[in-house]
């Protein structure tokens, strides 16, 4: 089991920046990949970013090039950090979690194994 809790949500304006966290417990030992996934109102849940707990990044290209995702081993935690913000950046961003290494597709919801509540994120215009 692994446990997932994001913060750093809130109400910003647009071109303002915000950083969202994710702290894992549990069996992070197990850990391969972590990313982030938003949901907008109406909307079906999105791919945003994902790290693996060995190397490498993947980024959603609505988001590259202003959101930035990185990970601290020792906290077991993973950051969002998301600058130049935008009205359509706007939604509830759930953290996820994957255990072991095989079958791993950054992008793809169902390859996560573990899911955090979420957290809210507002940009006004």
């Known amino acids: 089991q692994v446990q997932l809790v994001e913060a750093g949500g809130g109400l910003v304006q647009a071109g303002t920046s915000l950083r969202l966290s994710c702290a894992a417990s549990g069996r992070t030992l197990s850990v391969s990949i972590m990313g982030w996934f938003r949901q907008a109102p109406g909307k079906e849940r999105e791919f945003v970013a994902a790290?693996?707990?060995?190397?490498?990044?993947y980024y959603a290209d609505s988001v590259k090039g202003r959101f930035t995702i990185s990970r601290d081993n020792a906290k077991n935690t993973v950051y969002l950090q998301m600058d130049s913000l935008k009205p359509e950046d706007t939604g509830v961003y759930y953290c996820a979690a994957k255990l072991g290494g095989t079958r791993i597709v950054p992008a793809v919801a169902s390859t996560y194994d573990y899911w955090g509540q979420g957290t809210q994120v507002t940009v006004s215009s």
């Open positions: 790290v693996r707990w060995s190397a490498g990044t």
